[in-house]
């Protein structure tokens, strides 16, 4: 996917999520403008830095403030730990229900809650709203020897010289 597109893509993915946070967090434009004015929104990221969710984050976190009533400052905290589970716990058990704290949460966090033992897991994923729902993001990353400036070039470059790596054989 070409960088313009990717940016597209991120861009309608940011405005989708940022019509549901407006949608679901403000009864009225004039009340969220009061209630985020000056404030900080945190984004939480319950894995290390640099990974696709991060990116995710930190994508809508650059966009998302100035089209919010208010225009509130948004920051994105990793907070990495048991495959995510801290991070759930956090902002299901500690953080303030007002608006000002986001869990980005990955799939395994539903896998966890069915597979683990409950004592273990330490939030309700059912009891926490669903604001924004992301499909997945692809980064791809073609190094200067192959030649490939585009997408569509990487079908000319014999495919024993590419090397491919990710979470699995299909994924990012």
């Not at 589970?85 to 956090?90: C, N, V």
Request: proline share 5%; net charge positive.
């Amino acid at each position: 996917m070409s960088s313009r597109r990717l940016k597209v893509a991120l861009g309608f993915i940011g405005c989708v999520a940022i019509l549901a946070w407006v949608h679901v967090s403000s009864p009225t434009s004039a009340d969220a403008a009061e209630s985020v004015a000056g404030k900080t929104i945190r984004i939480l990221i319950g894995y290390p830095p640099g990974g696709g969710h991060d990116l995710e984050a930190r994508v809508m976190a650059r966009h998302l403030g100035k089209y919010l009533p208010g225009k509130p400052t948004i920051i994105v905290q990793n907070m990495p730990g048991a495959g995510g589970m801290i991070q759930a716990a956090y902002v299901y058990n500690i953080a303030k229900p007002d608006g000002l704290t986001i869990g980005l949460f990955g799939s395994s966090h539903g896998m966890q809650a069915l597979l683990l033992k409950k004592e273990s897991v330490k939030y309700n994923l059912a009891k926490m709203p669903v604001v924004w729902a992301i499909a997945g993001v692809t980064v791809d990353l073609v190094r200067d020897f192959l030649n490939a400036r585009k997408a569509k070039d990487l079908l000319k470059v014999d495919p024993d010289k590419i090397v491919v790596a990710g979470r699995s054989k299909g994924g990012s």
